[in-house]
């Protein structure tokens, strides 16, 4: 993870394509490294998970290219490696796990980040109907010791078709149902990281698990 790491630390301070060309056998090389543990991440989740295929892992990883043209931020680089690992794919829409790698702001992800409008209506369907379930599940202890709910982008009122004095109206203004688990450089340079990282992702396989079966059983009722 070091060179991984220090790759991407230097391109964070040198985000031109001039230096990229320069070091492009460095991104190569870590690139390669990052496959193999994508490659070690869908192995292992397969053993506890049997939604996920045998994914390839350059299906899984993320482009380290930026789209810059319909944004004011021209870096051409992300500063990122990212590997999600889900059902379908990583385009798929629903619920994986995420490995994060970035300098400062390494993480362990889960659930389902931005779920197409279908999926997103699915979920909140289910959690209207059975909101205990979905109570339980993220206020498991572990769970809840373990990850945080992303409530970063939330509706301000209940959403569309759903009664306003709901007691449980929080569980459903949400837009994404993601989570994550923050990772320090300290822990990423650990031996034992990548086990660490598959007991994490344990923790998450009952909560996709649930977000998949609701957009299942509401898509296809």
């Known amino acids: ?4 790491l220090s790759f991407l630390k230097d391109l964070e301070a040198n985000n031109t394509r001039e230096w990229f060309d320069q070091n492009r056998a460095r991104y190569e090389l870590t690139r390669k490294k990052f496959l193999a543990v994508t490659e070690f991440l869908i192995h292992e989740i397969r053993q506890f998970d049997d939604e996920i295929a045998p994914l390839q892992p350059k299906d899984c ?16 680089y992300k500063s990122n490696y990212g590997c999600f690992m889900a059902r379908g794919g990583r385009k798929s829409g629903f619920g994986g796990y995420y490995f994060h790698v970035q300098p400062g702001e390494s993480f362990l992800s889960g659930g389902i980040y931005m779920p197409p409008p279908e999926h997103l209506h699915a979920i ?14 993220i206020e498991e202890k572990t769970f809840k010791a373990t990850y945080t709910l992303d409530y970063s982008d939330k509706l301000k009122t209940a959403p569309k078709g759903y009664p306003k ?11 994404n149902y993601a989570l994550g688990h923050p990772v320090s450089e300290t822990e990423l ?7 660490q990282a598959i007991t994490c992702f ?9 977000l998949n079966s609701a957009i299942d059983e509401n898509l296809n009722a």
């Open 165 to 175: 004095d709901w007691e449980y109206l929080d569980l459903i203004k949400n837009r």
């Open 189 to 195: 340079y650990a031996p034992d990281f990548l086990n």
């Open 1 to 4: 993870m070091k060179e991984i």
């Open 202 to 210: 344990k923790i998450l396989q009952p909560y996709n698990r649930y």
């Open 61 to 76: 990883v993320f482009r380290i290219f930026r789209d810059v043209r319909f944004s004011n931020d021209k870096r051409p």
């Open 124 to 137: 909140r369907q289910e959690i209207y109907y059975h909101p205990q379930k979905y109570k339980e599940l």
